[in-house]
């Protein structure tokens, strides 16, 4: 968590360095992740095969408005502009996957400290808006709202493209459609101010995200992203485009065929970079298993994972970082 005073610091304390941290690839044929429009007659097989190749894509003709995109930026500044003992009212009960203000529970226990601030939204954000504005809550609390209504209803028309692909019944995922769920999603709100010394800080620390699919917006490059072969490559961020990434359970649940990208956020030296995810998960007590289908299982596939549960998943996270999922392996 950073402290207060962090906005004028001009050199970079010790507790903040990451020593041989920041090697990102540079070279001129640096790859880039698909862009995907959502009204191409393709994009199904556009969006599976990213997901097979990246578990990363940026989304076009998703319908959210901009003026909404651009709304939520503007609350989440005044949100973390707020007096340091004012947020500190919002706190997060624990280390687990809380609302509130703090670290998010992947990036509790690291050994240095993050150029970083977090806020987390699971269900309504009445509650915490009323804490951080008691005169006047409305305009954060609405947009936050409608921001979540429509983010919610596209991850879920991914989700679902993704199920048919897996052949995954509705009866086999009927807690999907739970509308009692609320804590199987979260708006993660993240604040990286200017860095003096951004290639020696990090932002939000190396992680994969627990979930089925993952909405990310942020304007300002940052997003770097693991690539197998490659190495950490830098997502350009494009126009109106949402980043979509792929999580762990998707992951588990296709039996490794789709890639759970691991991404961080790096800092800079110019601009406070804010950026938004929707995380949608499972409900945390449902066994995800590999192969859910019939259909796969019957394909003669060997699971590669055991069952596991949201919860043993963000346990093993917390612990672990990265390695987490290995514990998972069969
Ligand atoms: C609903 C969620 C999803 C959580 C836990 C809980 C609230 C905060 C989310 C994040 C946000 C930052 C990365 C992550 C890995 C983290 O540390 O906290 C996410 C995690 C997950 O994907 O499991
Ligand atoms: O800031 C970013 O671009 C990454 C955010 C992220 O990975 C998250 O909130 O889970
Ligand atoms: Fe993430």
Same mark, same amino acid.
């Given at each position: 968590?950073?402290?207060?005073? +962090?906005?004028?610091?001009?050199?970079?304390?010790?507790?903040?360095?990451?020593?041989?941290?920041?090697?990102?690839?540079?070279?001129?044929?640096?790859?880039?992740?698909?862009?995907?429009?959502?009204?191409?007659?393709?994009?199904?097989?556009? &969006?599976?095969?990213?997901?097979?190749?990246?578990?990363?894509?940026?989304?076009?003709?998703?319908? &959210?408005?901009?003026?909404?995109?651009?709304?939520?930026?503007?609350?989440?500044?005044?949100?973390?502009?707020?007096?340091?003992?004012?947020?500190?009212?919002?706190?997060?009960?624990?280390?687990?996957?809380?609302?509130?203000?703090?670290?998010?529970?992947?990036?509790?226990?690291?050994?240095?400290?993050?150029?970083?601030?977090?806020?987390?939204?699971?269900?309504?954000?009445?509650?915490?808006?009323?804490?951080?504005?008691?005169?006047?809550?409305?305009?954060?609390?609405?947009?936050?709202?409608?921001?979540?209504?429509?983010?919610?209803?596209?991850?879920?028309?991914?989700?679902? &493209?993704?199920?048919?692909?897996?052949? &995954?019944?509705?009866?086999?995922?009927?807690?999907? #459609? #739970?509308?009692?769920?609320?804590?199987?999603?979260?708006?993660?709100?993240?604040?990286?101010?200017?860095?003096?010394?951004? +290639?020696?800080?990090?932002?939000?620390?190396?992680?994969? #995200?627990?979930?089925?699919?993952?909405?990310?917006?942020?304007?300002?490059?940052?997003?770097?992203?693991?690539?197998?072969?490659?190495?950490?490559?830098?997502?350009?961020?494009?126009?109106?485009?949402?980043?979509?990434?792929?999580?762990?359970?998707?992951?588990?649940?296709?039996?490794?065929?789709?890639?759970?990208?691991?991404?961080?956020?790096?800092?800079?030296?110019?601009?406070?970079?804010?950026?938004?995810?929707?995380?949608?998960?499972?409900?945390?007590?449902?066994?995800?298993?590999?192969?859910?289908?019939? +259909?796969?299982?019957?394909?003669?596939?060997?699971?590669?994972?055991?069952?596991?549960?949201?919860?043993?998943?963000?346990?093993?996270?917390?612990?672990?970082?990265?390695?987490?999922?290995?514990?998972?392996?069969?």
């Amino acid at each position: 968590m950073l402290s207060p005073s +962090t906005g004028s610091v001009k050199t970079l304390p010790d507790s903040y360095v990451w020593p041989e941290y920041y090697e990102v690839y540079s070279g001129s044929d640096q790859p880039s992740i698909p862009v995907i429009d959502l009204m191409d007659p393709n994009a199904t097989e556009l &969006i599976i095969q990213a997901c097979e190749t990246w578990g990363i894509f940026q989304l076009i003709g998703h319908g &959210i408005p901009r003026k909404l995109v651009e709304d939520v930026e503007s609350e989440v500044h005044s949100l973390f502009a707020l007096p340091a003992d004012q947020k500190l009212k919002t706190l997060r009960t624990s280390g687990g996957a809380s609302s509130g203000y703090g670290n998010p529970p992947s990036q509790a226990l690291l050994p240095r400290k993050l150029w970083y601030e977090g806020f987390t939204i699971m269900g309504s954000p009445v509650d915490q808006a009323r804490v951080l504005w008691p005169h006047d809550y409305q305009g954060f609390r609405n947009t936050m709202n409608g921001y979540q209504k429509q983010v919610k209803a596209l991850v879920e028309q991914l989700i679902r &493209i993704i199920f048919k692909f897996l052949s &995954i019944s509705k009866e086999e995922v009927n807690w999907f #459609d #739970d509308p009692s769920n609320t804590c199987n999603a979260a708006l993660q709100l993240n604040s990286h101010p200017p860095c003096p010394d951004p +290639t020696r800080a990090v932002g939000l620390a190396p992680h994969t #995200d627990s979930s089925l699919f993952t909405i990310l917006h942020s304007w300002i490059e940052g997003l770097q992203i693991f690539k197998d072969g490659v190495g950490w490559i830098t997502v350009q961020p494009i126009p109106d485009a949402l980043t979509m990434n792929l999580g762990d359970f998707l992951h588990i649940l296709s039996n490794g065929r789709f890639v759970s990208v691991l991404h961080r956020a790096a800092v800079n030296q110019k601009y406070h970079r804010i950026s938004v995810a929707y995380i949608r998960s499972p409900p945390t007590n449902f066994i995800v298993s590999p192969l859910l289908s019939k +259909t796969f299982a019957d394909s003669g596939q060997v699971p590669k994972y055991h069952p596991v549960t949201l919860k043993e998943c963000r346990g093993l996270k917390a612990k672990h970082f990265q390695a987490a999922l290995s514990f998972v392996k069969t």
